[in-house]
T-cell receptor, first 120, second 113 residues
Framework: EAQVTQNPRYLITVTGKKLTVTCSQN?????MSWYRQDPGLGLRQIYY???????DKGDVPEGYKVSRKEKRNFPLILESPSPNQTSLYFC???????????????????FGDGTRLSIL | AQTVTQSQPEMSVQEAETVTLSCTYD???????LFWYKQPPSRQMILVIR??????QNATENRFSVNFQKAAKSFSLKISDSQLGDTAMYFC??????????FGKGITLSVRP
């Protein structure tokens, strides 16, 4: 079954304690992305990755790190979490357009089930 | 930068009636995708419908259809024969060539029995 898997689904932790939210996809997608969802603000992109070893900042990258050492995994790292990072987080993946190939891609982004983070 | 605007924070509709959710966007690009995602209380993000900007024909998926007005940069979602299971938050989203998705703030739709 094609899916994007996030872990953990829920986490309550304290300010300053480093944490990692994992994201894994089994669809061989090049593009992966992290979003946070906050009431009244919709989903905002944190970081994205066009392929292995290629990452870039989204709209709200402050306080987050990512890595893309393998195609299937795209962990989100909070080195020193703060209460304003309490949010619902989504990982997503999709095929990516490449130069010379037709655009747009024929699949939309697939989302994980979300991770609810509470930073006390 | 692309922006997506959903000006209505919430709407309510009677079961079996039709409701239209509005969305406008701003971009200078010519090739892009537009989406409507549904987020039920389970928090999953479920793709409802998508529209390619280069296609003039409005997309349709069963009870869901869009009114895509490219010149006006408008992308509204029409839900026909509303069902209780349609109760959810709905997000309009814009995707450009590098796959970056920009979301609107969402609208909460309640379907009344």
């Amino acid at each position: 079954e094609a899916q994007v898997t996030q872990n953990p689904r829920y986490l309550i932790t304290v300010t300053g304690k480093k944490l990692t939210v994992t994201c894994s996809q089994n669809m061989n997608h090049e593009y992966m992305s992290w979003y946070r969802q906050d009431p009244g603000l919709g989903l905002r992109q944190i970081y994205y990755s066009m392929n292995v070893e290629v990452t870039d900042k989204g709209d709200v990258p402050e306080g987050y790190k990512v890595s893309r050492k393998e195609k299937r995994n795209f962990p989100l790292i909070l080195e020193s979490p703060s209460p304003n990072q309490t949010s619902l987080y989504f990982c997503a993946s999709s095929p990516s357009s490449r130069q010379g190939q037709s655009w747009p891609p024929n699949q939309p982004q697939h989302f994980g089930d979300g991770t609810r983070l509470s930073i006390l | 930068a692309q922006t997506v605007t959903q000006s209505q924070p919430e709407m309510s509709v009677q079961e079996a009636e039709t409701v239209t959710l509005s969305c406008t966007y701003d971009t200078s690009e010519n090739n892009y995708y537009l989406f409507w995602y549904k987020q039920p209380p389970s928090r999953q993000m479920i793709l409802v419908i998508r529209q390619e900007a280069y296609k003039q024909q409005n997309a349709t998926e069963n009870r869901f259809s869009v009114n895509f007005q490219k010149a006006a940069k408008s992308f509204s979602l029409k839900i026909s024969d509303s069902q209780l299971g349609d109760t959810a938050m709905y997000f309009c989203a814009f995707m450009r060539a590098n796959s970056k998705l920009t979301f609107g703030k969402g609208i909460t739709l309640s379907v009344r029995p």
